[in-house]
């Protein structure tokens, strides 16, 4: 059974959301701000947070970075302002999806599902095979999902490490922007082409040397060349 933690002020939202997950068998949790949900998820385990962006003593976003630092957890956020400057900056820091309110506990649900199962498919151990890669002195873990530059662990947020592996399992071969929402966020994902660009511009700048194995295509997407530089 996953278990998930809810993040809003609003008593009534978290009712409402605790109602319909548990309706589909999931465990859940509660925290009424920030503070106090950074606080339950370093002393607990949970499988996704249903994160409000605007709370009291520590707003969503700074409450997803504290998270972040410790845990690699995934994260919706749950926002009344759906402006796509908002919902971009959510995934520069690394959130899973974005829901803007009011919204239908239904299709809140239904992303929890998606969200969680992308999320057991990126992390399910690799073959043995190809556990573990280098190029040059770029070292790719996929089991362990870590990713060493000249021998130095990179920071990486969990949507540049999703989109990374999937570039690398398929190297050499072009994969358009559309390829790209599909398999990393979702077939359901309501961002566009510019989701895609700014993460391969935030994933760029972890690879440090590297950057230029990731390969843009003019009209087309993106494709992973080591051989690049």
């Not at 690879?207 to 060349?225: A, E, M, P, Q």
């Amino acid at each position: 059974m996953s278990k998930l933690l809810i993040v809003d002020d609003e008593v009534n939202i978290r009712a409402v959301v605790r109602e319909y997950a548990e309706f589909e068998d999931y465990e859940v949790d509660e925290a009424a701000n920030g503070m106090e949900a950074v606080e339950k998820c370093r002393q607990n385990d949970y499988d996704l947070v249903i994160m409000d962006v605007m709370m009291p003593k520590l707003d969503g976003y700074s409450a997803s970075k504290e998270i972040r630092k410790t845990k690699s957890i995934p994260i919706i956020m749950l926002s009344a302002r759906g402006e796509e400057y908002d919902k971009l900056f959510g995934f520069e820091i690394g959130v899973d999806d974005y829901v803007v309110k009011p919204f239908s506990p239904k299709e809140l649900m239904a992303r929890v599902k998606a969200v969680l199962l992308r999320s057991k498919a990126t992390t399910a151990p690799a073959a043995s095979s190809e556990e573990r890669l280098k190029f040059g002195g770029l070292e790719i873990d996929l089991a362990g999902r870590e990713v060493y530059v000249d021998g130095v662990k990179a920071s990486m947020t969990p949507k540049e490490y999703d989109l990374l592996f999937y570039l690398v399992r398929n190297k050499g071969r072009a994969l358009s922007r559309e390829q790209l929402l599909e398999a990393v966020w979702g077939y359901d994902f309501f961002g566009d082409d510019r989701t895609v660009d700014t993460h391969i511009k935030m994933l760029r700048s972890s690879l440090g040397n590297y950057r230029n194995h990731i390969v843009t295509l003019r009209s087309i997407g993106y494709k992973f060349d080591a051989e690049a530089n």
